[in-house]
C-alpha cells in the first residue's frame, strides 16, 4: 500500500498541495492517487459485485436519457474573469431553515445496503459529521429506526407512495418517531422503468445464489465479508407489511407489492399526516411545480431519477429553468441527475437550484474506500466548486448566474 502523505506534501516532495480537505483523513494520498469521482467510480467497480455495480451505474433503455442529461451539463458554460483579487469562495447556503457548510447532500438511492454493506448507516454518520443532507429510501436495506438517531437533524427520509392509507399512516410515524423531520416523497415512478442492464446481472434484493451471482460474490472478498458481517440485505422497512413471497419473481419485491399510484388527493392527504418539512421530488414540469406548492410542498425537487426510468424525455438540466421561473421563489428549488463533480453543481446553482443532491456518487466513493472515500468526494466536490468560483471571479453562490455564458 502507499505509504501516508503528511498534509499539503507532494509524493514528488516538489512542493505543497493546494487543498481544502474537510478533515485530515481527505487530504493524503487519495488526492493524488484519486483525484476525480471517475477514479473511484473505477476502483469501485473492482470491489462491487457485477450486480451491484450494474444495479447502481446502470439507466433505462439504450442509456440515451443518462448521456442526454451529460450532454445538456456540459453545454452550461461560464465566463471566465480576470483581476478580482485574493478570495476565498463562500460555499454555504440555507436552506429550509438550516444553514450547511456547501449546497450539495446525499440523494436516496434505493437498495443501499446491497450496493455496499451497512452503506446506510456509514453514509447517515458521515453526512452528520460533513452537516448535509442525508436521504434514505424506504427500500433501503435499514429500516428508518435503525439510522433516524445517527443522521439526527440531516436526516431526509424518501418515501413511495403506498396503496394502503393505514400502511401510509403507520410508516409516517415510525420515520417520525425515528427522528426524521424531513419527508422527500418521490412522484416521478409511475410505473415499472426496465433497466435491461439490471435484468441482465440478474439484480435483486436480497440476491439469488445463482452460480453467477456466487462467482461475482466471491470476486470481491471485502464486499462478502461485509455482507457476513452485517446480515443479508433485505428492503426491512416495506417487508415488515408484506408478508414473505416465497417463490417470488426476482424482480418483485416487497416496495412493488405495496406500491400506490399517487394523484394530487395522495399529495393532500401526506400534507395532512405529515407534520414535517414535504419535498416533492421527480419534477419536470413548470406546472406541476405550482400546483404542487398548493398542495402544500415546502420544496421541489427537480429530477429526472438520472435517466434511470425514462430514456425518452428532456434532460433534467433543461427542465430546471422553467420550474425556477414558475416558482418564482415561494419555495426552495434542488436539483439532481447526472452531476458528476463540482462544476456540475455550480451549473445547476447558476441556473437556480437552492440546493443540489448526488446520489450514485456516494455509493461509488464508499465502495471504493469506505467512509474514508465518503470524506474525501466531499473534499473532491469542495475543492472542484472553490478551484471553478476562482476562476469565474464567484466569490459567493449568488454570483454564479452572472458568470454565465447567455
Same mark, same amino acid.
Given at each position: 500500500?502507499?505509504?501516508?502523505?503528511?498534509?499539503?506534501?507532494?509524493?514528488?516532495?516538489?512542493?505543497?498541495?493546494?487543498?481544502?480537505?474537510?478533515?485530515?483523513?481527505?487530504?493524503?494520498?487519495?488526492?493524488?492517487?484519486?483525484?476525480?469521482?471517475?477514479?473511484?467510480?473505477?476502483?469501485?467497480?473492482?470491489?462491487?459485485?457485477?450486480?451491484?455495480?450494474?444495479?447502481?451505474?446502470?439507466?433505462?433503455?439504450?442509456?440515451?436519457?443518462?448521456?442526454?442529461?451529460?450532454?445538456?451539463?456540459?453545454?452550461?458554460?461560464?465566463?471566465?474573469?480576470?483581476?478580482?483579487?485574493?478570495?476565498?469562495?463562500?460555499?454555504?447556503?440555507?436552506?429550509?431553515?438550516?444553514?450547511?457548510?456547501?449546497?450539495?447532500?446525499?440523494?436516496?438511492?434505493?437498495?443501499?445496503?446491497?450496493?455496499?454493506?451497512?452503506?446506510?448507516?456509514?453514509?447517515?454518520?458521515?453526512?452528520?459529521?460533513?452537516?448535509?443532507?442525508?436521504?434514505?429510501?424506504?427500500?433501503?436495506?435499514?429500516?428508518?429506526?435503525?439510522?433516524?438517531?445517527?443522521?439526527?437533524?440531516?436526516?431526509?427520509?424518501?418515501?413511495?407512495?403506498?396503496?394502503?392509507?393505514?400502511?401510509?399512516?403507520?410508516?409516517?410515524?415510525?420515520?417520525?418517531?425515528?427522528?426524521?423531520?424531513?419527508?422527500?416523497?418521490?412522484?416521478?415512478?409511475?410505473?415499472?422503468?426496465?433497466?435491461?442492464?439490471?435484468?441482465?446481472?440478474?439484480?435483486?434484493?436480497?440476491?439469488?445464489?445463482?452460480?453467477?451471482?456466487?462467482?461475482?460474490?466471491?470476486?470481491?472478498?471485502?464486499?462478502?465479508?461485509?455482507?457476513?458481517?452485517?446480515?443479508?440485505?433485505?428492503?426491512?422497512?416495506?417487508?415488515?407489511?408484506?408478508?414473505?413471497?416465497?417463490?417470488?419473481?426476482?424482480?418483485?419485491?416487497?416496495?412493488?407489492?405495496?406500491?400506490?399510484?399517487?394523484?394530487? &388527493?395522495?399529495? =393532500? +392527504? /401526506?400534507?395532512?399526516?405529515? $407534520?414535517?418539512?414535504?419535498?416533492? !421530488?421527480?419534477?419536470?414540469? #413548470?406546472?406541476?411545480?405550482?400546483?404542487?406548492?398548493?398542495?402544500?410542498?415546502?420544496?421541489?425537487?427537480?429530477?429526472?431519477?438520472?435517466?434511470?426510468?425514462?430514456?425518452?424525455?428532456?434532460?433534467?438540466?433543461?427542465?430546471?429553468?422553467?420550474?425556477?421561473?414558475?416558482?418564482?421563489?415561494?419555495?426552495?428549488?434542488?436539483?439532481?441527475?447526472?452531476?458528476?463533480?463540482?462544476? &456540475?453543481?455550480? =451549473? +445547476? /446553482?447558476?441556473?437556480?437550484? $437552492?440546493?443540489?443532491?448526488?446520489? !450514485?456518487?456516494?455509493?461509488? #466513493?464508499?465502495?471504493?474506500?469506505?467512509?474514508?472515500?465518503?470524506?474525501?468526494?466531499?473534499?473532491?466536490?469542495?475543492?472542484?466548486?472553490?478551484?471553478?468560483?476562482?476562476?469565474?471571479?464567484?466569490?459567493?453562490?449568488?454570483?454564479?448566474?452572472?458568470?454565465?455564458?447567455?
Amino acid at each position: 500500500m502507499t505509504a501516508l502523505l503528511p498534509l499539503g506534501a507532494r509524493p514528488d516532495g516538489a512542493g505543497p498541495v493546494h487543498t481544502t480537505c474537510t478533515n485530515e483523513s481527505t487530504c493524503m494520498e487519495l488526492d493524488v492517487t484519486h483525484p476525480a469521482l471517475s477514479d473511484l467510480r473505477r476502483r469501485a467497480r473492482s470491489r462491487m459485485p457485477h450486480f451491484a455495480f450494474e444495479y447502481l451505474d446502470s439507466g433505462t433503455g439504450a442509456e440515451k436519457g443518462v448521456s442526454h442529461n451529460r450532454e445538456r451539463l456540459d453545454d452550461i458554460r461560464f465566463m471566465p474573469a480576470i483581476l478580482r483579487g485574493e478570495f476565498e469562495p463562500d460555499l454555504s447556503r440555507t436552506t429550509l431553515g438550516t444553514t450547511y457548510a456547501q449546497p450539495f447532500g446525499v440523494a436516496p438511492v434505493g437498495m443501499a445496503g446491497l450496493l455496499w454493506p451497512n452503506a446506510e448507516r456509514i453514509l447517515a454518520a458521515a453526512a452528520a459529521h460533513h452537516r448535509m443532507p442525508y436521504g434514505q429510501s424506504t427500500v433501503a436495506a435499514a429500516a428508518p429506526e435503525d439510522t433516524g438517531a445517527i443522521a439526527g437533524d440531516m436526516g431526509w427520509f424518501q418515501h413511495y407512495p403506498v396503496r394502503d392509507p393505514e400502511i401510509r399512516r403507520d410508516m409516517l410515524g415510525r420515520i417520525k418517531a425515528a427522528g426524521w423531520n424531513t419527508l422527500v416523497v418521490t412522484v416521478d415512478v409511475p410505473g415499472e422503468s426496465r433497466r435491461e442492464r439490471q435484468r441482465r446481472a440478474h439484480v435483486s434484493m436480497p440476491p439469488v445464489m445463482t452460480p453467477k451471482i456466487i462467482a461475482s460474490i466471491m470476486s470481491c472478498p471485502t464486499w462478502a465479508m461485509g455482507i457476513l458481517r452485517h446480515g443479508q440485505p433485505t428492503m426491512k422497512f416495506p417487508n415488515s407489511y408484506t408478508p414473505a413471497a416465497k417463490g417470488a419473481e426476482a424482480f418483485t419485491h416487497a416496495g412493488r407489492l405495496i406500491r400506490g399510484f399517487p394523484d394530487d &388527493d395522495y399529495i =393532500r +392527504a /401526506l400534507r395532512e399526516e405529515w $407534520d414535517g418539512k414535504l419535498v416533492i !421530488k421527480g419534477i419536470a414540469e #413548470a406546472e406541476d411545480a405550482t400546483r404542487l406548492i398548493d398542495l402544500g410542498a415546502d420544496a421541489i425537487w427537480v429530477s429526472n431519477h438520472s435517466g434511470r426510468q425514462f430514456e425518452g424525455g428532456p434532460a433534467a438540466i433543461d427542465c430546471l429553468p422553467p420550474v425556477v421561473a414558475a416558482v418564482g421563489g415561494r419555495v426552495p428549488i434542488y436539483y439532481c441527475s447526472g452531476v458528476q463533480g463540482g462544476l &456540475d453543481i455550480l =451549473r +445547476a /446553482l447558476a441556473l437556480g437550484a $437552492d440546493f443540489v443532491f448526488l446520489g !450514485k456518487a456516494w455509493y461509488f #466513493a464508499l465502495a471504493a474506500f469506505g467512509r474514508r472515500g465518503v470524506d474525501h468526494l466531499v473534499h473532491i466536490l469542495r475543492a472542484d466548486m472553490t478551484a471553478n468560483m476562482m476562476q469565474i471571479g464567484a466569490a459567493s453562490l449568488k454570483d454564479l448566474p452572472g458568470r454565465l455564458v447567455r
